[in-house]
């Protein structure tokens, strides 16, 4: 069992910045596969970014080139580093974790992640 707690998130203007963080409880954090998602009012989660046990990363075509995912198992921490914000990268942000044997697997969608945290909220103005 592991518990997620995102934070980091507000209200940018456009073209700003946010760096999320997102603390992992326990002590077999390395173990863990992170991704990161969002959901806009009214729309599905969607995956924005992922990174592997071994730092292999992927990112939904919107995100890259503007987004970073990165972790530091020292500090149970998975960030998303969010540049060049637009409005339409509005949503609440999550967290994710799945327990993965492999160190080079990404995973890229909701149902492969077996624990999430509460979210935090980014709000992008025009």
């Known amino acids: 069992q592991v518990q997620l707690v995102e934070s980091g998130g507000g209200l940018v203007q456009a073209g700003g910045s946010l760096r999320l963080s997102c603390a992992a409880s326990g002590r077999t954090f390395s173990s863990y596969a992170m991704g990161w998602f969002r959901q806009a009012p009214g729309k599905e989660r969607e995956f924005v970014a992922a990174?592997?046990?071994?730092?292999?990363?992927v990112y939904v075509d919107s995100a890259k080139g503007r987004f970073t995912i990165s972790r530091e198992n020292a500090k149970n921490t998975v960030y998303l580093q969010m540049n060049s914000l637009k409005p339409e990268d509005t949503a609440l942000y999550y967290c994710?974790?799945?327990?993965?044997?492999?160190?080079?697997?990404?995973?890229?969608?909701?149902?492969?992640?077996?624990?999430w945290g509460q979210g935090t909220q980014v709000t992008v103005s025009s």
């Open positions: 990174i592997s046990r071994s730092g292999s990363t």
């Open positions: 994710a974790a799945k327990g993965t044997p492999a160190r080079g697997i990404v995973l890229t969608t909701r149902h492969e992640y077996a624990y």
